[in-house]
């Protein structure tokens, strides 16, 4: 029986074929990932803290700002900052957007 090799479309020359081998032992565990800083899983006390810290006006834009840019060393808390960064962002500009053409609309019927 002729086998085709899938690649090169043409009959393969031999017909054997190699295998891993196995070991009689045990498979091995992998390494645990070394503790590193900016990988820590953050805590449900500390999402809750969070959570407190970014629904206080003002406070919430510092603190935001000084985790996105170099106050935090964890990766999760830097992702979070930026992306809360960048939806407050999204919704001063539809503010602006829709307060400022509410006041065209209010100044074109009064005159």
């Known amino acids: 029986m ?5 690649v090169t479309h043409t009959p393969e020359s031999h ?4 295998t891993a081998p196995t070991s009689p032992t045990a498979p091995s ?13 953050i805590s449900v006390g500390e999402w809750f803290l969070i959570l407190l810290v970014i629904t206080i006006p003002l406070v919430n834009l510092i603190v ?6 170099g106050g935090s ?32 609309i209010m100044m074109a019927l009064r005159y």
């Not at 565990?29 to 990988?39: K, L």
């Not at 935001?64 to 840019?69: T, V």
């Not at 964890?74 to 539809?94: D, G, H, M, Y």
């Open 29 to 41: 565990t992998p390494d645990p990932a070394p503790s590193n800083p900016s990988n820590q899983i």
């Open 2 to 6: 002729e086998i085709i090799d899938p």
């Open 73 to 104: 060393n964890n990766l999760n808390k830097v992702n979070f900052a930026k992306a809360n960064l960048i939806w407050l962002a999204i919704i001063i500009v539809l503010c602006v957007l829709f307060f400022s053409s509410l006041m065209a």
């Open 15 to 18: 017909t054997s074929y190699q």
């Open 64 to 69: 935001l700002i000084i985790w996105a840019f």
